[in-house]
């Protein structure tokens, strides 16, 4: 309970099932046990009583709310990393977990856009935060460091 509370107060948010770390993805699973044990009233008096810190911890996210926050914090994340000076993450040949997951997802939306299955909501927020995200990576870049600032 305590990890799960020192979670919330460091990251501002719930621990996520598709977070990067193991520690995050259990502590993800342990309040879910704790909420479906409070919805069927068998969660202990001292469980509800400590978690009442941590504002919404007892409602079950459904699965299109985790995937709309899991795609706002990746776009977030990866912003952060352009800005950091990396260029465009690979999803193959990653040099770190980090540029993997982010290389993945980074993909992804491509391929959604190039399919027309990429919603305009998601198209505008990557066209307004990540400039020139559609090409990504110029093949003669060849280096792991952008030669240009990010935008």
């Known amino acids: 309970m305590a990890d799960a509370i020192s979670s919330y107060e460091r990251e501002g948010r719930l621990p996520s099932s598709g977070g990067y770390t193991t520690r995050e993805r ?6 879910l046990s704790r909420s ?30 985790e995937n ?3 795609w706002d914090r990746r776009l977030a994340e990866l912003v952060q990393y352009r800005q950091d000076g990396n260029d465009w993450p690979l999803y193959q040949k990653a040099s770190s ?8 997802w980074l993909h992804g939306q491509r391929i959604s856009f190039r399919n027309g299955t990429l919603s305009k909501e998601h198209e ?28």
């Open 68 to 70: 709309a926050a899991r």
């Open 26 to 31: 259990a502590l993800a699973s342990w309040l």
């Open 36 to 65: 479906r044990a409070a919805a069927r009233g068998t969660l202990s008096t001292a469980y509800r009583e400590g978690l009442a810190v941590i504002p919404g911890w007892d409602r079950q996210p459904t699965r299109a709310e």
């Open 97 to 104: 977990e980090e540029e993997r997951v982010l290389g993945m």
């Open 124 to 151: 505008g927020k990557l066209d307004a935060q990540l400039d020139g995200w559609r090409p990504g990576r110029s093949h003669r870049s060849g280096g792991r460091k952008s030669s240009r600032p990010a935008g």
